[in-house]
């Protein structure tokens, strides 16, 4: 059986005289490629694991001391995007709650170059 490219899960339809009868149903699943984490630590950093062994391969970009989260992988652009968080920091005697500051970055994978942006989330459209 021969599935075409952008095949989705579901149920496979047999068609024969004008009838539909479901037939049984298929699970796509896509293989993954390449595995990165966000990996915290007195120097944070995005790496590349072998998804074979679960080791790191290389080290992709390597972070400042602010607080990283919802990373996604954007194929179109060969970039992680993400947030960073700024302040937060718990008041002591005589002291000022310092706000916490959300913003974007964005990471290429092929040079670890890492740029910040002033937005503070995103919104993901998939085709």
């Known amino acids: 059986m021969e599935i075409p490219e952008h095949a989705t899960s579901g149920k496979i339809q047999l068609v024969y005289n004008g009838k539909t009868i479901a037939v049984v149903g298929i699970e796509i699943s896509v293989p993954i490629s390449k595995l990165y ?3 915290r630590g007195a120097s ?4 590349e ?15 400042g001391d602010n607080y ?19 302040g937060g920091i718990i008041p002591t ?4 709650i310092v706000p916490l500051e959300v913003f974007l970055y964005k990471i290429k994978v092929e040079t670890g ?4 942006s002033d937005y503070e ?4 459209f998939n085709e």
Request: net charge negative; charged share 20%.
């Open 37 to 39: 984490a966000y990996k």
């Open 44 to 47: 944070q950093s995005i790496v």
């Open 121 to 124: 989330d995103f919104i993901i």
């Open 49 to 63: 694991i072998n998804i074979n062994d679960g080791t790191e391969v290389s080290t992709i970009a390597t972070l």
């Open 68 to 86: 990283y989260s919802d990373p996604v992988f954007n194929k179109m652009t060969n970039e992680i995007v993400g947030k960073y968080m700024l």
């Open 113 to 116: 170059i890492t740029t910040a």
């Open 93 to 96: 005697e005589n002291t000022e």
